[in-house]
């Protein structure tokens, strides 16, 4: 079974770094006259490398504070965590790396590693995404001139059509060409284009810096995103049924509510693991895993169903369990519930 999920959304969250490096690079080479096009290598090796250095020791950092703060309110850890990220965004600044590149590994890793109140953080963050998404778009509503919009159709539909059809392919098709991926799975990886709003945001500072013609192309960056999100993301499970790789919708996933008492000398923790598509349990009964003493599954949640385990129970991908076990228990089974390949082969 191919999975290209993961795939798209180290797409998603490894093009922003980028995309704003070459923003910003090209508005200066055009803004600064010292400025040379030859400048531009080094400056990009300097800040994505210091940003991803700097994004591997403020991931491990975060969530080492976040686990030992031993705060008094389960709220304080949301300013604490927000304080963190801002905090090492501005330090790698500084530095003269990516900051953006270094936030992104800090959610990336404390999305794979348990942490306390885990799940009322990931609450938090993903309703303030969706705030500051809603913002977003009321702001570049106020920005965008309609008049100037309806000029710029056919330039944005011309732009727009050669994305979609020949520069998203074609890059798509060159990036895989030495991976063992069936054309169907590159073509709907290829179909899954520009679809959200940081173009239209990357436009702004050309646009904020006077760059000649910034407006034009403003009208025209943001054309390209709403046809965008109009003919593709509108259209990704058509796409994929038609190109038969699968889009299956997740059930509502199970949420355990449970608020244990915390003590310095507690020898044993309640811990959430998630089923990993393509793990070593998949497929297999608990008793078959020889679980080892320190380590007990309290409750599957499986879909929007709590089921109570026994040694036949045959773990499934995407299942939630509830275990009680120790650190070096711990330790020792999670690697069974991790993707065990990223083979994107069939």
């Known amino acids: 079974r191919v999975r290209i999920e993961p795939l798209l959304e180290l797409e998603a969250g490894s093009t922003d770094p980028k995309a704003s490096f070459h923003t910003f690079g090209l508005t200066r080479l055009i803004v600064e006259p010292n400025m040379q096009l030859s400048d531009l ?34 709220g ?42 885990k799940r009322s953080l990931m609450r938090f963050f993903d309703g303030l995404a969706w705030l500051m998404q809603v913002i977003m778009f009321l702001t570049l509503g106020l920005l965008v001139d309609s008049s100037r919009v309806a000029e710029m159709a056919v330039s944005g539909l011309v732009v727009s059509l050669f994305l979609i059809f ?12 030495l991976v063992k991926m069936r054309w169907r799975y590159q073509l709907m990886i290829a179909w899954v284009g520009l679809r959200g709003a940081a173009p239209i945001i ?16 403003f009208n025209i960056v943001f054309f390209v995103v709403v ?23 997740r059930a509502r996933r199970f949420s355990f509510e449970i608020i244990m008492p915390r003590a310095s000398d507690l020898k044993r923790e309640l811990v959430e693991l998630h089923v990993a598509p393509m793990a070593e349990a998949v497929g297999r009964q608990i008793v078959d895993l020889h679980l080892p003493k320190g380590f007990l599954i309290v409750v599957i949640g499986r879909g929007e169903r709590a089921l109570t385990p026994d040694g ?33 082969t069939d």
């Not at 949301?78 to 790396?97: D, E, K, N, Q, R």
């Not at 998203?168 to 895989?176: C, E, I, M, N």
């Not at 990357?202 to 192309?217: Q, S, W």
């Not at 120790?326 to 993707?339: H, I």
């Open 41 to 74: 290598p080094l400056m990009f090796v300097m800040q994505m490398g210091i940003g991803a250095v700097v994004g591997v020791l403020a991931a491990r950092s975060t969530a080492w504070l976040i686990n030992r703060a031993r705060l008094e309110y389960e």
């Open 227 to 249: 046809i965008s999100i109009l003919l593709q993301a509108t259209t990704i499970p058509q796409m994929a049924n038609l190109l038969k790789v699968g889009y299956p919708t």
């Open 76 to 117: 304080l850890y949301i300013p604490l965590s927000v304080a963190l990220v801002l905090f090492f965004y501005s330090l790698t600044t500084l530095l003269g790396g990516s900051g953006f590149l270094t936030v992104y590994m800090i959610g990336l890793y404390l999305g794979q590693v348990d942490l306390i109140h």
């Open 202 to 217: 990357l436009a702004t500072f050309p646009l904020t810096a006077f760059v000649p013609g910034a407006e034009a192309l």
């Open 312 to 344: 036949g129970t045959v773990l499934v991908e995407d299942d939630i369990l509830l275990v009680l076990a120790d650190t070096a228990a711990l330790e020792k089974v999670r690697p069974l519930f991790v993707t065990s390949s990223n083979n994107f």
């Open 166 to 177: 020949v520069a998203r392919p074609l890059s798509v098709f060159t990036s895989l060409a």
